[in-house]
């Protein structure tokens, strides 16, 4: 036999598998909406795995009740970008991809974030998509900064966008060329700036933008070394380390109130989480554990213990915590901020093991409710604290006492 019979006695290749077969194949009717315009690219491919990939593609979104995608063809002139927090991006589960630590860039379709099986069905790549997404952004970017009278500068788009243009650094690198530059996007219509000298005036345009009511994107501000861009990790004794440090704290607390929906209630009680100050500024994060179901304690500075009825225990380092080797920790599995799953309670003797921040009678004092007198009351689980009647702290803790910044 020939070299060229050997080739006309093979067996014809396998047709194509059609949509309708691998749809039903999934469970899944012919006649989605929106099925039928998305068909030809579809037929676009030849060979099976490209269509039974297609098809996966199909599923997945019917699994997550999540609509296809108009083609390509109309939906590139939609694309835009954005900018949200990490956990967010997390818990959502559309296609995103980190930017810096605590933000994450996804891409929107219209006023639909992208996901990622839209991609297969478009024949695109992330990367080609969120350039053009990218470019369109840029189109819409006239204009820039404009001076406020306290000297820093707010980005004067304000389409809603403006935290966005942190993805397109030749819009802000050459703010404050010569000096080092912080910036800050507080909420998704706010991206400031302000050199070091003025980066008291920049943590105030924050809080305001924080008592507005806004819905907050990220509070931390940010800092630009060299080319590249990083939250800000100012230490002490920078005058501004504290400011930072709350504003880290109040995203950590934000992310926390928004898992907590997410948290299966059969594992046990999340705990409340609060922000306190010591007399020094310093702020600190404090979960209060309640003896009784199981907690799900995050990783905080503090823990506050309480027994049943609501008694005060005192307050201890968290990370002292492993001293107490017979309580075993598992971790939840849940989006976001890591959780650990206790059932136990210490007892007496193992709290001693621990590193106390405030004793027990000094931790009443911080429960007393705002407006009554040390001991007229008793709190009950999950009491708020306050600095009011506080007892004071012992002389290795004089000028660390307490006060409430933030609680939930």
Not at 48 to 57: I, P, Q
Not at 195 to 205: M, T, V, Y
Not at 274 to 297: D, F, H, I, R, Y
């Amino acid at each position: 036999m020939g070299f060229f019979d050997r080739f006309r006695s093979r067996a014809e290749e396998a047709p194509l598998p059609g949509l309708a077969a691998l749809l039903e194949a999934r469970g899944l009717p012919s006649d989605l909406p929106g099925l039928a315009a998305l068909a030809p690219g579809f037929e676009a491919h030849r060979k099976a795995e490209e269509r039974e990939a297609w098809a996966d593609a199909v599923a997945e979104l019917h699994e997550q009740g999540l609509p296809l995608p108009e083609p390509w063809i109309d939906a590139q002139d939609h694309l835009l970008p954005e900018l949200v927090p990490a956990w967010q991006a997390e818990r959502e589960g559309r296609w995103s991809r980190g930017f810096i630590e605590g933000l994450s860039q996804r891409i929107r379709v219209g006023d639909r974030v992208m996901p990622a099986p839209w991609l297969k069905l478009w024949d695109q790549s992330a990367e080609d998509v969120l350039e053009l997404a990218l470019d369109h952004l840029r189109h819409r970017s006239e204009g820039g900064f404009e001076r406020l009278p306290s000297g820093i500068y707010r980005g004067s788009w304000r389409d809603g966008l403006d935290a966005a243009r942190l993805l397109l650094p030749e819009l802000w690198h050459g703010v404050f060329k010569d000096q080092h530059p912080f910036l800050a996007i507080p909420a998704a219509d706010t991206l400031v700036a302000a050199p070091q000298i003025l980066l008291p005036k920049l943590i105030d345009e924050v809080g305001r933008s924080l008592k507005s009511g806004a819905k907050p994107l990220q509070l931390a501000v940010l800092e630009r070394i060299g080319d590249k861009l990083m939250t800000a990790r100012l230490q002490d004794p920078h005058p501004m380390s504290a400011p930072q440090k709350e504003l880290k704290h109040l995203d950590l607390l934000e992310a926390l109130r928004q898992q907590e929906q997410d948290l299966d209630p059969s594992l046990g009680l999340p705990a409340t989480v609060s922000m306190v100050k010591t007399a020094q500024g310093k702020p600190l994060t404090m979960a209060l554990w309640n003896e009784g179901a199981p907690v799900l304690m995050p990783e905080t500075d503090l823990i506050a213990f309480s027994t049943a009825d609501g008694e005060a225990l005192g307050i201890f380092a968290r990370q002292t915590l492993p001293r107490i080797h017979e309580l075993k920790g598992e971790g939840v599995s849940i989006w976001g901020p890591r959780r650990v799953r206790y059932e136990g309670f210490p007892t007496a003797e193992q709290l001693a093991r621990l590193e106390c921040f405030a004793t027990a009678d000094q931790m009443k004092g911080l429960q007393t409710p705002a407006g009554a007198r040390p001991g007229t009351s008793r709190p009950g689980p999950g009491a708020p604290f306050s600095s009011r009647g506080a007892t004071p702290l012992p002389r290795h803790l004089q000028g660390a006492g307490l006060g409430v910044q933030d609680s939930e």
